[in-house]
């Protein structure tokens, strides 16, 4: 069965028929979540090796443009889900990869803070005040992530930090949903459409293994700006609304922005 076949089965027998009650309710659509890692949907972007549907950007935004027709929520919950794969598939290990692929890991993007001592004031994700300390094979991480799509509802979250080591940059860290005193401090807001579970991943700290680490410790700028940015623009545009393209230091919040919106 093709994707395109297995994604309206998907959307006619289960995300249309609940649209209304995510909408309402804001209820998180974990149905619609579960039918699409069934149907091989979250696993897309994967290599076949793996078990993936070895699809890209394109399929990708596709499968977002008639998702969000169905369901603004589960729309959000795709971009932020393909975005963060994109850079697990890049450097993920096989095994994460594999989860992804078969339909038991979501993914999410947790990338935006407040300005350090200054909640509520935005601060550049070029360079998080967020931190990572590495004591032995273990790296502790804490920081306040705001606008995190599926908060407390993804089972890995794509996670931004100052270097362990490097002088400069940023690192990223593929933090599981259940490491350590990783908690969601407060229930959804306002941001995202109703149902999307967007809020608030508090680490103070969250302890993850030191091989968490995806790319090089301080190369997760390149990251942001080869990968996760173009990807959250295009997945943006095929929901039809504004391109939201700055310059290099508004960018990636308008990135994550997109996936939140």
Known sequence: MSYRTALTHVLSDVVAPRAEVTRARGAFPRHAVTALGTAGLLGLTVATELGGGG?????????????????????????????????VEEHGDPWL????AAGRHLCSLALAEDDAGEP??????????????QGGGVVALCARKHQ????GEADLYLWSSRPVA???????????????????PARPGRSGPPGSATSTVLADPAFVPAEALLGEDGGGLDILLRTVL???????????????AGDAESAPEAGVSLAAS
């Open 120 to 133: 509520g004031v935005g601060t550049s994700l070029l360079s998080p005040h967020g931190t990572a300390e």
């Open 230 to 244: 173009p990807w959250l623009i295009e997945l943006r545009a095929a929901c039809g609304a504004d391109e939201a």
């Open 166 to 184: 490097a002088r400069d940059g940023l690192s990223l860290w593929a933090v599981p949903a259940h490491a350590p005193d990783l908690f969601v």
């Open 97 to 100: 990869r594999g989860e992804i």
């Open 148 to 151: 995190v799509v599926a908060a």
């Open 55 to 87: 699809r890209g950007l394109t399929e990708a935004a596709a499968v977002v443009e008639r998702t969000a027709r169905a369901c603004p929520a589960t729309a959000a919950v795709l971009q932020a889900h393909y975005a963060a794969v994109a850079v």
